[in-house]
């Protein structure tokens, strides 16, 4: 199990690392968040022994997991948005 939570880590690593790539900054974001949930998920379900738990605190915590990889990724993405489109208000872009 730790070797897949290192590869994890290194997916995560080179997907956050990348530049001037085919990959969108956007898409990367996704990958790491992706990457991140998977990872959280795993350490609860093995490490913490989520999975024996009842059937509702699992679903309980893979929501809270999901939603908070959802927020991340809108407040990101919102605030690229935003940003963009200050630049090109202020001319700063051609």
Do not use: E
């Amino acid at each position: 199990m730790w070797i897949a939570l290192a590869a994890l880590t290194l997916i995560a690593m080179w997907a956050g690392a990348v530049q001037d790539s085919a990959i969108p900054v956007i898409a990367q974001v996704a990958i790491v968040l992706v990457v991140a949930g998977v990872k959280a998920s795993t350490i609860l379900r093995h490490f913490l022994g989520l999975r024996f738990a009842p059937s509702g605190w699992r679903v309980l915590f893979l929501l809270y997991l999901v939603v908070l990889c959802g927020a991340i990724f809108a407040i990101y993405t919102a605030g690229s948005v935003l940003a963009s489109h200050a630049l090109t208000a202020s001319g700063s872009l051609p």
